[in-house]
């Protein structure tokens, strides 16, 4: 009971603990009670992983992508909702508590590194065999990785940040200028590249799962750097850029290509989702038991609420099974069947009318068991996310799956080269072709062939609309099109749906007008929150706000 006391004391402090700043806490544990414990130790450092964000639902029952042309969130009561009017100011944005989050991560990683450098090496712990070395060594490795990508959750948020890389008084944090976007990234680059010394590769087994290993820290160095080069924040075009983040994902590359058995693309879509820890995911959070994806996202008349539905340009980045966009003459797209031969991938992802879920066929028709407006939450856009769910949980017996939520994986990486290498060269090279080929082999659709001729120009949009569709509801688009600088073009625009009316054997599909989006170019990073500033009178607000 004293280990289980001390242990429930231990994370109490440190999960309740809201900022940089090392306070007294009025506590009878001091740091040698945790530090000089294995099992106090290790689990300390546990307890650093859990400010990563699970994207189930974790925007007030809404997916992020609600907060994109991804989808709409039909319930009218969630704060997602306010990225798309312009709610969002200084003093109210649903995702305030995340600046407060990271680093109330990044200090756990801090006072991690620090007491392993003296409290847990003078105890011993680390020299009392082989095993304890590795186990110490893997453990540095983690809190480097864990402090890089808590930075990185900031700074894309948020740009100009605080640097943190040791523990910190309350009077030292006056003190700590905030950064450029450039020196963020230059920051969070040298930590990953120094825990890819201490991580091996791989997790060696089950008991690691959800822990991350030199492929995280790897993966994450190789989606800074993309972010770092693209126009947002690259308005200069400088392509060494460019080319600093091809190689970071080259990386990842020729890892999976010495050890196909262990990672790279699964032979089925579906089964990423369904299938905790695959050989596809490079860092995910630990699984936790649950079904509320499948009671917030179902539809209706399957028992759920419906609250995520697909836009209708969602819905129509999909190409054929031909290979080409809809609006291609080559495609063989028929609006009057508009699900017909398309991408497979969509029927993974959206629940459109017609196709069967649990068994029975989805009625998004008006009147429809599933129709629009059917319920107060039913779908608004005649669509309705079907990503993630496993539709042979018995809501009504309460039936959950454990499963995590995937912060990189392999396809991501594919995609960061091809972009990366794309806008680096002239003309695209074989190497654009075969990253893009790789994903869309998978998908069953036909590859590009270096034959046709792209121009840098359409390679960059078939690129793109990839990431668009294998990527969709995974937290990236929101991201996407702010670092392209094309907020403007996608995200000021109406929302569409597709209305669909049965008069006996004719089915007529009407595209319409949703709702209309606001974006400004100030949107592109959040404010920071104005309670952040009043307690820090150092930091300057983002430009617009």
Known sequence: ???????????????????????????????????????????????????????????????????????????????VHGYNNGAITPFYNPE????????????????????????????????????????????????????AFYHFELAKRFSNIQLIDKVLTEEDAKFVKQ?????????????????????????????????ATRL????????ALLYLASKLNNPAGDKQLWKDAADAAKEVMDIQVKNPSRVGLLSAYYSVFTTPYNNEILFATSSESSNEIEL?????????????????????AYETTKGYPIDDPRSGYNPENPYKSRDPRMEYTISYNGLKFSGTPIETFVGGKDGLNKTPTATRTGYYMRKFIDQNLDLSKDQKRRRPWILFRYAEVLLNYAEAMNEYLETPDQS????????????????????????????RQRIRNERRVELAFEEHRFWDVRRWGEGDTY????????????????????????????????????PIPQSEIQKNGGLVQNSGW
């Open 96 to 147: 305030e508590e995340v600046w407060k989050t990271m680093y109330v991560g990044i200090r756990k990683a801090n006072v991690f590194l620090r007491e392993l450098d003296t409290t847990i090496k003078d105890a011993g712990l680390i020299d009392k065999n082989e095993q304890s070395k590795a186990t110490y060594t893997r453990m540095r490795g983690e809190a480097l990785f864990l402090r």
């Open 179 to 211: 950064s450029t976007f450039t020196e963020a990234i230059e920051f969070i680059v040298k930590d990953c590249v120094n825990a890819t010394t201490y991580l091996d590769n791989f997790n060696k087994d089950a008991a690691e799962y959800g822990r």
């Open 432 to 459: 654009v072709y075969d990253a893009v080929n790789q994903i869309r082999k998978r998908a069953k659709i036909p590859q590009l062939n270096i034959r046709m001729e792209l121009s840098k120009e359409e390679m």
């Open 491 to 526: 995200f000021n625009q109406p929302i569409h749906g597709m209305r669909i009316t049965v008069n006996g054997e004719e089915i007529v599909y009407e595209p319409f007008v949703v709702e209309e989006r606001i974006f400004e170019t100030k949107m592109n990073y959040y």
């Open 1 to 79: 009971m004293k280990y289980i006391s001390k242990l429930f004391l231990l994370l109490t402090l440190f999960l309740s603990s809201c900022n940089i700043l090392d306070k007294d806490i009025d506590t009878n544990l001091d740091k040698d009670d945790i530090f000089t414990d294995e099992r106090f130790a290790q689990g300390f450092l546990n307890s650093t992983y859990r400010e990563l964000m699970n994207g189930f639902n974790r925007l007030d029952k809404a997916m992020f992508a609600c907060a994109s042309d991804e989808a709409i969130c039909s319930y009218s009561g969630s704060a």
């Open 216 to 223: 995280s820290a790897l993966a994450l160095k190789s989606r």
């Open 296 to 316: 917030y996202n179902n539809p209706i008349s399957y028992g759920g609420k419906g609250y995520t539905n697909p836009t209708q340009e969602l819905v129509d």
